[in-house]
């Protein structure tokens, strides 16, 4: 994986993600006593958490703990069982994926969910159309189309030029999670969700998602789910720990890192 | 799948032309030509048989290829298109025939066939797989028998004959020429629509819906309105084909739309090859063929001729079999070999 930079594109975007943030305030993302049921199992109960506009949050967590799940309520690849999800102070609970995606709302997945059969322009492009209008066109599109150009940009600025023709099912993992960033930033997003970003890379590569996670504009704010500690407390300004569903604790990295219940808990006592 | 963006600008239309192959040129100077070499018999049965149906399963391969939705319900949108040009235009039941001129019936006939099928596309959707097979050939039965105990509208089970085509521009489109012609036109409007949508961002977007359609929401797409728009496309193909299928033998009537004719072309569509346009017409000519010259055949064999399903029932079950992905695929597979097979002269792969 090469060194990933500043997209161009998500500074461009930008005009477009304060017009979407002129019509709502409030927290970025809200959520009041969200529960997902599976049958009698609750993979997540009762979760409340307030993420602020530009802020980074990384969710902690062991396999199980509901984080996934989370996202999924969030995104609405899931309806919550029960509660509440306000993303900039709009009442989204029971919006479909493709409303909350228009909302400004992006994620990344754990296992990358991309288009195998077609290449990285067409996927960027995709997602690029995803958030624009003529997404029914039936016009093919020019090469002065801004949509192409947008998705140009992004794919120089997520370093995979090289590779724009080529088909994703021939790239490498790395190169794939740096596809999968791309696509989380087509339009103007306004808040991410990244789904371990980090599974799977060296840790060069590593290195180099930390940069790209920090040099995003201020604007866009973020949860990250993360196993490799090293790369969501260096990324986060605050963490939230889940535990068996529920939220655990909430704090900064120091905090967490510092405090013995978690430490016991999730890192093993051993930690720091 | 093609490439999507294009990266240069100028001349698009050179380059565009300059990618055709040698072969398809041949194929087209040959088809353009078929009239000066083929008897009537072949321009009509065969080759004007074989585009009608080939439509009507490119519909098919639209929604199964680009969209990973296999509807049995588009013979039903292509009879529905037939049975409107016969009710508004003119037949031989004149008791309900409107007589209604042809810039009116045949444009209403694709309109209200395209919303027939979107609404089919709008029930369907919400089902994946077997679920959408079941509930297109729910509809189509449905609509089969609805057509047959219906006297008022559809005059049940004689249906309406003396359909034809109105004598534009001074030609007899019902004969063989001119219909061959005709058939060819709608034939290769229809081909060239869908390697245009398929490149389109409505196309691609489709593409990226078959595939994986949970990314695509989160991606922002719709991915049901998305579907939906399938259909609609596909629909408008389906309902031209039909009514050429019902100018070809002048008339309607409900088997037109039967079980048996419904399934027969997703045969025509799998036997061909669902993953290219060309596909369903390449599955069609080998049906029309099969279907008129097998019985001659199975006669020789002293067999009767109506057995002719069975060859084509086990040329589907072979396909099936060894080669899903219809004759392309063979095709696909035999070239593959090639290249991988050692250059008798020189060694190494071809």
């Known amino acids: ?272 | 799948m093609a490439q999507a963006l294009p990266t240069t600008a100028p001349g698009r239309l050179t380059t565009a032309l300059e990618r055709i192959p040698a072969p398809v040129w041949v194929i087209a100077f040959l088809l353009l030509l078929m009239p000066a070499f083929a008897n009537n018999f072949v321009l009509y049965q065969i080759f004007g048989w074989s585009f009608i149906l080939g439509m009507i399963a490119l519909s098919l391969m639209v929604l199964a290829g680009y969209g990973g939705m296999v509807s049995l319900a588009q013979m039903t949108v292509a009879a529905l298109a037939g049975y409107v040009v016969a009710i508004l235009g003119t037949s031989g039941v004149p008791q309900i025939s409107l007589g209604w001129p042809w810039w009116i019936h045949i444009p209403l006939a694709i309109l209200i066939a395209t919303l027939f099928g979107t609404l089919v596309g709008a029930l369907a959707v919400r089902t994946e797989g077997i679920y959408t097979i079941m509930i297109t050939l729910a509809i189509a039965a449905a609509f089969f028998y609805f057509t047959r105990q219906n006297y008022v509208i559809f005059n049940g089970y004689t249906g309406f004959n003396n359909v034809i085509p109105p004598a534009l521009f001074g030609v007899e489109w019902r004969q063989p020429v001119p219909f061959y012609y005709l058939t060819l036109g709608c034939a290769t409007l229809s081909y060239l629509a869908v390697v245009w949508m398929a490149r389109t961002p409505f196309g691609l977007a489709l593409q990226g819906v078959r595939d994986n359609p949970r990314r695509m929401g989160a991606l922002g797409f719709h991915v049901t309105a998305h579907r939906i728009f399938a259909y609609t496309f596909a629909s408008v193909i389906a309902a031209v084909g039909g009514i050429l299928l019902v100018w070809q033998s002048a008339q309607v009537v409900p088997g037109t739309a039967g079980i048996p004719q419904v399934i027969d072309i997703l045969v025509v569509a799998v036997v061909g090859g669902l993953r290219r346009p060309i596909g369903p017409f390449i599955g069609a000519l080998i049906y029309a063929v099969l279907s008129v010259f097998s019985s001659d055949i199975l006669h020789a064999f002293g067999m009767s001729g109506e057995r002719f399903k069975l060859v084509i029932g086990l040329g589907f079950l072979a396909f099936v079999l060894f080669s899903p992905d219809g004759v392309l695929g063979l095709w696909e597979k035999y070239k593959a070999r090639r290249a991988a097979s050692p250059d008798p002269l020189l060694g190494g792969g071809r």
């Open chain 1, 1 to 272: 994986m090469v060194a990933l930079t500043r997209p161009a594109t998500i500074g461009a975007d930008r005009s477009a993600a304060e017009r979407l943030g002129s019509v709502t305030t409030g927290n970025a993302l809200e959520l009041r006593g969200v529960t997902k049921l599976f049958g009698a199992l609750a993979a997540i109960s009762d979760v409340t958490m307030s993420v602020r506009p530009g802020e980074r949050r990384a969710v902690l967590g062991s396999n199980g703990a509901g984080k996934t799940t989370l996202f999924n309520c969030v995104t609405g690849d899931f309806l919550p069982t029960s509660g509440t999800i306000r993303l900039f102070g709009e009442d989204i609970s029971n919006f479909p994926a493709h409303e909350r995606i228009r909302r400004g709302l992006r994620r990344t997945y754990q296992i990358s969910l991309l288009f195998g059969g077609m290449s990285v322009a067409d996927n960027v492009y995709l997602a690029c159309l995803g958030v624009s209008r003529g997404r029914f066109s039936l016009l093919r599109p020019r090469p002065s189309d801004p949509i192409i150009g947008r998705a140009d940009e992004l794919i120089e600025a997520v370093h995979l030029t090289r590779v724009r023709d080529t088909l994703v099912s021939s790239l490498s993992y790395g190169q794939q999670r740096q596809l999968e960033i791309a696509l989380a930033l087509a339009g103007a997003p306004r808040f991410i969700l990244f789904d371990e970003p980090a599974a799977g890379l060296s840790p060069t590569e590593r290195a180099e998602l930390i940069d790209i996670l920090t040099g995003l504009p201020d604007h866009i704010g973020y949860i990250i789910i993360e196993h490799d500690m090293d790369v969501a407390l260096r990324v986060a300004e605050s963490v939230t720990m889940m535990h068996n569903g529920r939220v655990f604790k909430e704090g900064t990295p120091e905090e967490i890192e510092n405090d013995e219940e978690v430490q016991q808990l999730y890192l093993g006592g051993g930690h720091g």
